[in-house]
């Protein structure tokens, strides 16, 4: 699958084996993730790699990811009301320790990668 992109990236297309000629796709626009190889991810070759920008970043701690969530909910009920907005530190928590313990159980596995 990561060849086929690669050959879109390098030929804006691929040949269709049915007609014998090639077809071209434009105005596209590829967005990708993807964690670390192992546990069933993939290494991605440089030939597909060259063609994407690369952004990383490490991993956060919990009470920097609170931070940021509980701005960006406060932002979302900000017309809410005084209870509404009251509890939005304790759902951002309590969906950050469901998460924790999610990526702690269900860890990838060659099937199910993501």
């Known amino acids: ?16 084996m049915t007609e014998f000629e090639f077809k071209q796709v434009i105005d596209i626009f590829f967005l990708s993730a993807m ?9 991605i070759s440089n030939r597909t ?10 991993p956060m701690k919990d009470s920097s990811i609170e931070d940021i969530f509980v701005q960006i909910a406060a ?16 759902l951002v928590n309590s969906t950050l320790i469901g998460y924790n ?9 060659p099937v199910k990668s993501h």
């Open 101 to 109: 313990k999610l990526v702690k159980f269900l860890l990838p596995i």
């Open 75 to 90: 932002g979302f009920y900000k017309g809410h009301t005084e209870v509404v907005q009251s509890k939005i530190a304790s």
């Open 35 to 43: 964690g670390l190889p192992g546990g069933g991810r993939a290494v």
């Open 49 to 58: 790699i060259r063609h994407f920008n690369i952004l990383t970043y490490i």
């Open 1 to 16: 699958m990561l060849e086929l992109l690669r050959q879109w990236f390098d030929h804006q297309g691929w040949y269709d």
